[in-house]
C-alpha cells in the first residue's frame, strides 16, 4: 500500500487492480491518503503557522501590560489607554483602557482601526457587518484574582505548541478522511454515467474503488500547494485558486481512463 499513490497517479495500467479491490480495501487506502494528508498539514503548521503564533505570543508578552482580573474586573498597570498593533498582521489590534467603565460605541473601534476596545469590565468587538458585541467581564468569576503577566502568556504558547500538533494530526486526518470518504461517493455517480456510456460493464464496487484512487493526484497537488505555496510561479498561484475546478476535472479524466482500461475489448472482425 505505501507505494500505490505513486502507482495511483503514473499507471493506468494500475487500475485494472484497483477494480478487484474490496470495498474494505479501498477504504483502508482513504485512510492512508488521509494520514498523508494529516502528516503534511504537521509539517505546514510547523513550517508557516507555528513560528508566526510563536511570534505573536512573544509580541503579547513584550507588548501586553501585566492584567489582573477578579471578581469580575479587570486591571492593569497601565494608566492611560495602550493601543497594540501586531507587527505582521495589521488587522490584529485591539486597545486596552482598564481604567474605562464607560460603554464603547462602534465609530471608537473604527476610528482607532481596532478588533477589539478592552475596558475594565467589558471587551467590544465589531462582527464583519458592523455590529457591536459585548463581552461581559462581569458574568466570569474566579476563586482568586488571575494575573496574567509576560510568564503566563509565554506559558499559553508552549502549552498550544504541545497540543497543537496532535489535535491537527487526529482532526486533520479524521476531516480529510470523511470528506474523501464522501467524495469517492460523488465521483462514484460520475463512474456510473462513465461505465454505461463507454459499455464497460463494471460493478459499482469496481467504480468506487475507482472513484477512490482516481483522487490521488489531488492529493499531491495540494500537498505542493500547501507546503510550497510562497515558492509556486505565478501560474500555480492561479491553479491554486481554482482547486475545485481542478481537482473535479483531474479525478474525472482518471476515472474515465481507468474505466475505459476497464472496458471489455471489443470483438475482433473474423478475417
Known amino acids: 500500500m505505501i507505494l500505490e499513490p505513486i502507482n495511483s ?40 503557522s507555528m513560528p508566526l503564533q510563536m511570534k505573536t505570543v512573544e509580541w503579547l508578552a513584550d507588548k501586553v501590560p501585566t492584567l489582573t482580573f477578579a471578581e469580575g474586573r479587570l486591571s492593569s498597570a497601565a494608566k492611560e489607554p495602550v493601543t497594540i498593533r ?5 488587522q490584529v489590534a485591539f486597545t486596552l ?22 475596558t475594565g469590565n467589558a471587551m467590544y468587538t465589531l462582527t464583519p457587518k458592523g455590529q457591536m458585541e459585548v463581552h461581559d467581564f462581569s458574568k466570569a468569576r474566579t476563586l482568586k484574582p488571575l494575573i496574567i503577566d509576560a510568564a503566563r502568556w509565554r506559558a499559553m504558547g508552549q502549552t498550544m505548541s504541545t497540543v497543537e500538533y496532535p489535535v491537527a494530526l487526529c482532526g486533520c486526518w479524521l476531516v480529510y478522511f470523511l470528506w474523501k470518504l464522501a467524495a469517492a461517493a460523488f465521483f462514484s455517480l460520475v463512474a456510473l454515467s462513465i ?14 474503488s475507482i ?16 507546503l510550497a505555496s510562497d515558492r509556486l510561479p505565478p501560474l500555480l498561484h492561479l491553479l491554486n485558486g481554482n482547486a475545485n475546478i481542478i481537482a473535479l476535472s483531474i479525478t474525472t479524466i482518471y476515472i474515465w481512463l ?11 472482425p473474423v478475417s
Open 9 to 48: 497517479i503514473t499507471s493506468i495500467e494500475f487500475y485494472k487492480k484497483v477494480a478487484q479491490r474490496s470495498p474494505g480495501r479501498t477504504i483502508l487506502y482513504l485512510a492512508y491518503l488521509s494520514a498523508l494528508y494529516a502528516v503534511g498539514s504537521a509539517v505546514w503548521l510547523n513550517l508557516y
Open 211 to 226: 472513484s477512490a484512487y482516481a483522487q490521488t493526484l489531488t492529493l499531491a497537488l495540494t500537498l505542493i500547494a500547501m
Open 86 to 90: 501586531h507587527p505582521d498582521i495589521t
Open 195 to 208: 461505465n454505461r456510456s463507454a459499455g464497460a460493464g463494471l460493478s459499482y464496487r469496481a467504480l468506487f
Open 97 to 118: 483602557d482598564t481604567g474605562r467603565t464607560d460603554p464603547v460605541t462602534p465609530k471608537i473601534l473604527q476610528d482607532s482601526k481596532v478588533a477589539a476596545y478592552i
Open 258 to 268: 481507468a474505466v475505459r482500461k476497464n472496458a471489455p475489448l471489443p470483438p475482433q
